[in-house]
């Protein structure tokens, strides 16, 4: 009976937060759950779903590999210590990123005028990417699959941008903000997450250049 009550709730939530004309109302009758509990469930379900995804992809991909480089190597690479650490990696750096830019949007909805809590506001986003959790397991899933990955990315983005409509919705109703202030919000945290996104990808180029510049030093420095 609880496993059936849980998948009721979840379709539900799914059912809901896809409708653009019941998101809001849905979104705030859940805000009153917020908990820490909660957020930790609800983020264990979308690592948990997202590091089976990747591991689906990878194994896709190898036998795709397999295919064109012999299947020794392709296994040799999926079955090497890299795989776990590539996964482990992504979960942790994605809770991260995800703590971070939830901080930096609370202080963007602050600014505004906003008058809910950190905890509501991490509590619905990390609650809306459970319950989608499934949509967006096929998404990593098929991402990571070389040809295939370039086709689904085009649906990835729809569903980005239905993701970021339903961050303004949950401005409106963690924080109050009118629809106004709501949509500069989301606007303003986009433009700081794009302003972040650069200059990591500056650091990020920045160091594999030092790490070739440094690798071919070595190698000119190394006795023939």
């Given at each position: 009976m609880v496993a059936v009550f849980c998948m009721i709730n979840f379709i539900e939530a799914i059912q809901n937060l896809l409708n653009p004309g019941k998101a809001e109302a849905y979104l705030a009758k859940e805000l009153p759950n917020a908990s820490t509990g909660g957020i930790a469930v609800n983020l264990a379900i979308?690592?948990?779903l997202n590091a089976v995804a990747q591991l689906i992809g990878m194994v896709i991909t190898t036998l795709l590999l397999g295919a064109l480089i012999g299947m020794p190597t392709a296994?040799?690479?999926l079955l090497s210590i890299a795989t776990p650490i590539k996964i482990a990696g992504t979960i942790v750096v994605g809770?991260?990123?995800?703590?971070?830019?939830?901080?930096?949007l609370h202080l963007i909805a602050k600014a505004f005028g906003g008058r809910g809590t950190f905890m509501g506001q991490l509590y619905?986003?990390?609650?809306?990417s459970a319950a989608l959790a499934p949509i967006s397991f096929f998404f990593v899933m098929l991402l990571t699959v070389p040809l295939v990955g370039c086709i689904v990315l085009v649906f990835f983005l729809i569903f980005a941008l239905y993701m970021i409509y339903l961050l303004y919705l949950m401005m409106k109703v963690v924080y109050k903000l009118d629809s106004r202030k709501a949509a500069y919000t989301v606007a303003a945290y986009m433009g700081v997450c794009f302003i972040i996104?650069?200059?990591l990808g500056i650091a990020i180029l920045a160091f594999n250049i030092a790490s070739i510049m440094g690798a071919s030093q070595g190698?000119?420095?190394k006795p023939v």
């Open positions: 979308v690592y948990a296994l040799g690479s809770l991260v990123l995800m703590v971070v830019f939830c901080g930096v619905l986003q990390s609650f809306s996104g650069i200059l190698g000119l420095l």
